[in-house]
T-cell receptor, first 114, second 115 residues
């Protein structure tokens, strides 16, 4: 069956450390993989997109890797701050002809402790 | 730039009632989608559209209808509300792949309770 798994429901780290979140998937062949941030009571906010032929993408303190052989993406936040505390969602971008479906994992809740 | 606008923000329905959740975007995005989010279930795709006049079913389409008569609007209709449809509903839109930044922009959600 098809599955997207994100590591542990909650992750606590100390301010200034690097947070690493994992997204594993089975029986999918995504064209792209996306990461979103969601704060309580709000809609998800797009952070980064990485293509299947890209190994790594960076944006400021964020870094995403994508290994299509392992079927895994890692999402890193360096020099983490309490303001980074949120739920982070991994999403597989599935293309078939003109059809496009974005399928989400259940998210990892990150808390950065001051 | 308003982005993706969803109305209403909150709604309480009685079982069997029908209603339409509105979604409008002003970014000229081709792709639009509806998701529901339930505790422990993550975001699940209900219906999506790749352009005006074209819609298709997602993972959980039963009990919902959509139409896309314009690029800007993508309403979601609940035909006969059931308590199992109690959820937070999100509308999202994006450009087609290869056209600009094609991450999805989400609305702020509609919190629906069916009693």
């Amino acid at each position: 069956s098809q599955k997207i798994e994100q590591n542990s429901e909650a992750l606590n780290i100390q301010e200034g450390k690097t947070a690493t979140l994992t997204c594993n998937y089975t029986n999918y062949s995504p064209a792209y993989l996306q990461w979103y941030r969601q704060d309580p009571g709000r809609g998800p906010v797009f952070l980064l997109l990485i293509r299947e032929n890209e190994k790594e993408k960076r944006k400021e303190r964020l870094k995403v890797t994508f290994d299509t052989t392992l079927k895994q993406s890692l999402f890193h936040i360096t020099a983490s701050q309490p303001a980074d505390s949120a739920t982070y969602l991994c999403a597989l971008d599935l293309l078939s002809g003109s059809a496009r479906q974005l399928t989400f994992g259940s998210g990892t809740q990150l808390t950065v402790l001051p | 730039n308003a982005g993706v606008t969803q109305t209403p923000k909150f709604q309480v329905l009685k079982t069997g009632q029908s209603m339409t959740l509105q979604c409008a975007q002003d970014m000229n995005h081709e792709y639009m989608s509806w998701y529901r989010q339930d505790p422990g279930m993550g975001l699940r795709l209900i219906h999506y559209s790749v352009g005006a006049g074209i819609t298709d079913q997602g993972e959980v389409p039963n009990g919902y209808n959509v139409s896309r008569s314009t690029t800007e609007d993508f309403p979601l209709r609940l035909l006969s509300a059931a308590p199992s449809q109690t959820s937070v509903y999100f509308c999202a839109s994006s450009f087609a792949p290869g056209q600009g930044n094609y991450g999805y922009t989400f609305g702020s959600g509609t919190r629906l309770t069916v009693v």
